[in-house]
């Protein structure tokens, strides 16, 4: 973050300097208009903060002359000795957001300000990355709204002046900028449109109409925000930040979502599905084979000897054994199959549309890669039986007994092997 510090007092440049060392920002002084404006027009600033007294006079010329500059968006933090609601109202009229006391100054509040901004910073950065759509029939106010975005770097925008060119655009948008008066339809139906189609995305109405109706009825229709007409680009960028922070906020809450549904249905030391994703998968498959005739199969497996590795090498040990395994099967398993951590030391494959005998080649191909893997815990290879069933009527659990007892002989058949069939 670079900060511009406005004061005709060397001394206290030093002083706000201090004040921001730990923050890890790059501070440039200036102590007259003249030299402002120079470091304005040679480096991107990100925020000023100025004194009321500039050695060339007065700061407020130099702000007069920023609102109506390309450097109009920098936000705007005063620091005086001088703080009365007069003066504040002088001031907020000349585009300062916030002041600051010199009188007993320390850097805590200016810290929570650059706290401030810097998130601000970090939310226009995301905004960068976000793909932004503009309907607009108009051609000035395109160019003044993709104007005021690309001033803060955001330039990853789709202008459209026709409404069924958005509409039937494949691209996908996080960011919609509508206006309401379109030729041949409304631009309340294509915010309803856009809003069904993209539950959680924002959608900014824009337009020269201020009555409350409009606005009410645009904003039932879905619309998250409105901005009437002309724009003003601060105004733009703070409505559209307060837009973006609710959407990160629903964005984040989502994210959370998701993952405690996949904690619901993933085995937490390996990563695989879990018991319960397993047999509700299982389920749907029966359900799918009884319905469409297709084949269903099914592989039960189980560690050869783990207890003692285990013993041996102890239970962390055991734990990346089984992660090998778990990982060998998801990287080599079909995207149709279905694998899972059954319990201990056994898993579980679930392979849809397949009879037993390409059932018996794709598991004999994974029993192949597995006793080759070297684990460099153990110091060996280490092995793993199977029993394999093709699915002929039962219930799930029939199902599954089929597979046990299969694995049970390929036990007591010496391990690492697949025992096959459908015992009664």
């Known amino acids: 973050m670079t900060i511009l510090h406005l004061d005709r007092s060397r001394f206290f440049h030093k002083v706000v300097q201090k004040a921001g060392e730990a923050e890890s920002i790059q501070f440039l002084g200036a102590a007259s208009q003249k030299e402002a404006i120079e470091q304005l027009q040679q480096q991107e600033i990100d925020l000023i903060l100025t004194a009321r007294e500039l050695e060339d006079g007065p700061v407020d010329s130099l702000l007069r002359k920023l609102l109506d500059s390309p450097h109009g968006h920098i936000p705007v933090i005063m620091l005086t000795s001088s703080d009365t609601l007069d003066i504040r109202e002088q001031y907020f009229n000349l585009g300062v957001i916030d002041f600051v006391s010199k009188e007993g100054f320390s850097g805590d509040k200016l810290r ?26 108009s051609r000035l106010s395109l160019n003044v709204i993709s104007s005021i975005l690309k001033m803060y770097g955001i330039n990853n925008l789709s202008l459209f002046s ?112 879990n018991h319960r994703f397993l047999i509700q998968r299982l389920i749907e498959e029966i359900e799918k084979v009884s319905r469409y005739k297709n084949s269903l199969s099914l592989l039960l497996l189980d560690i050869d000897n783990f207890k003692s590795v285990n013993d041996e090498f ?21 995207k149709s199959d279905v694998f899972g951590r059954y319990g201990g030391e056994e898993f579980l494959l679930i392979l849809p549309e397949t009879d037993i005998n390409q059932a018996f080649i794709i598991c ?61």
């Not at 339809?185 to 020269?208: D, N, Q, T, Y």
């Not at 153990?378 to 599954?400: I, M, P, Q, Y």
């Open 162 to 273: 026709d409404p069924h060119e958005l509409m039937e655009s494949k691209d996908e948008y996080e960011i919609y900028f509508i206006d309401l008066i379109l030729p041949k339809i409304s631009g309340e139906r294509i915010v309803r449109e856009l809003r069904k189609a993209h539950p959680h995305k924002i959608i900014i109405a824009i337009s020269s109409l201020d009555k409350y109706n409009t606005i009410v009825h645009v904003l039932e229709s879905g619309a998250d925000d409105y901005i009437i007409k002309p724009f003003n680009s601060r105004l733009l960028m703070a409505r559209l930040k307060s837009n973006f922070r609710s959407y990160q906020a629903m964005e984040e809450v989502k994210k959370q979502r998701d993952i405690l549904s996949s904690m619901a249905v993933t085995d937490s030391l390996t990563g695989c599905s």
């Open 314 to 334: 102890g239970h962390p040990v055991g734990d990346i054994v089984l992660k090998k395994l778990a990982d060998l099967f998801m990287k080599n398993s079909r």
């Open 112 to 137: 929570e300000q650059l706290d401030y901004f810097k998130q601000q910073d970090d939310m226009v950065i995301d905004m960068r990355k976000m793909p932004i759509a503009i309907l607009d029939d």
């Open 364 to 424: 004999e191909r994974l029993r192949i890669l597995f006793a080759n893997l070297e684990i460099g815990e153990v110091g060996r290879s280490v092995t793993f039986s199977g029993g394999l069933a093709e699915w002929n009527g039962e219930t799930d659990e029939a199902f599954l007994k089929c597979a046990d007892e299969l694995l049970y002989q390929a036990k007591n058949a010496g391990r690492n092997q697949i025992k096959t069939g459908n015992p009664k």
